[in-house]
Nanobody, 123 residues
């Protein structure tokens, strides 16, 4: 599975962006898909995850209530809707396919990582 995250850009604080994760090779409809981010100078951190059918989602406390993950298995796309963005949300955002239908915040639970997309939130 080859993944590509897209939709990043520059946005003012309080604004919104929608990121998308697409597979160019095979479907990931049987796997959970997670979003992670790596702020400048920091380690990669968990943002959220959606289960294989989309019935379960889980989010980091820092984004809970502001970010929403959704998926369309027919189109092989997983989206990350980001609202009320803050400067501390500035990071390179990555999507990753989990090893199974459910996953959590542990990076070891993810099999394939996509190329990231940069999100910059100005104050």
């Amino acid at each position: 599975v080859q993944l590509q995250a897209s939709g990043g850009g520059l946005v003012q604080a309080g604004g919104s962006l929608r990121l998308s994760c697409e597979s160019s090779k095979r479907t990931f409809s049987n796997n959970a898909v997670g979003w992670f981010r790596q702020p400048p100078g920091k380690e990669r951190e968990f943002v959220g995850v959606i289960s294989w059918r989309g019935g379960r989602t889980s989010y980091a406390d820092s984004v809970k209530g502001r970010f929403t993950i959704s998926r369309d298995n027919a189109k092989n796309i997983v989206d990350l809707q980001m609202n009320s963005l803050k400067p501390e949300d500035t990071a390179v955002y990555y999507c990753a396919v989990a090893k199974g239908p459910y996953s959590g915040s542990d990076r070891d639970g993810y099999l394939t990582w996509g190329q990231g997309t940069l999100v910059t939130v100005s104050s």
